[in-house]
């Protein structure tokens, strides 16, 4: 009954964020109205509410899933895995996230070239990802990632890397793996970020218990 319950609410939730998009994209987004949202997708306004809190939050799907993802991975590296690698491994799930749903991200880019002022509801998201990633590089670098820089430029290079690669997975068509293209794009900076840290080109952070 449970996983019935959490099926029909990601249901829901992108049966609204799919309306939201179609409707900011034909109309614009001042013009859109919640009870224009609602309406097309066939639930009442106390639904909307139950899963989001304004119009501007329906831009976005689920950024917490996203979030999840990258704590998952770098929770789950083993006491001798290099942080970039498990940070490699993270950016690989976000963009298989983003590949699972090729029609709400092109809606999203869509009504973002027309709405710049919506990116700002997806950048609030993307600081938290550069958050995870920062506490986990200082932890393993046995630094303080408010006084310590490098954690933090790892985590706001990282984060920017991902978001370059998105925009050309877009910009293709999504003809190509957005994984693919992800990945080709973080080797690009991996070398670059392994200097920073350790002064070592096999992508590896020296702290604790890492070798």
């Known amino acids: 009954m449970n996983d019935l319950r959490a099926r029909k609410k990601v249901k829901v939730r992108r049966a609204l964020v799919t309306a939201a998009l179609r409707l900011f994209d034909a109309r614009g987004f001042e013009a859109t109205t919640i009870d ?39 929770d789950a590296r083993r006491a001798d895995e290099p942080t970039l690698a498990a940070v490699r491994r993270a950016l690989g799930s976000i963009a298989r996230d983003y590949a699972s749903d090729v029609e709400i991200v092109r809606l999203q880019h869509r009504v973002v070239a027309k709405e710049p002022a919506l990116a ?48 050309a997975w877009v910009a293709g068509g999504f003809e190509d793996d957005a994984v693919d293209v992800t990945m080709s794009t973080f080797d690009l900076i991996e070398p670059a970020l392994a200097v920073l840290l350790d002064g070592q080109r096999s992508g590896g952070i020296a702290g604790p218990g890492l070798g």
């Open 36 to 74: 224009d949202i609602t309406d097309a997708a066939e639930v009442s306004r106390r639904t909307f509410f139950r899963y989001f809190r304004s119009k501007e939050d329906v831009f976005l799907l689920d950024p917490e899933r996203k979030l999840d993802l990258i704590r998952r991975e770098l």
């Open 120 to 167: 700002a509801r997806e950048y609030v998201y993307q600081v938290r990802w550069e958050d995870a990633i920062a506490e986990a590089v200082a932890a393993d670098l046995g630094v303080d990632p408010a006084a310590d820089t490098r954690s933090r430029v790892v985590a706001h290079v990282t984060v920017g890397a991902l978001r370059s690669a998105v925009a």
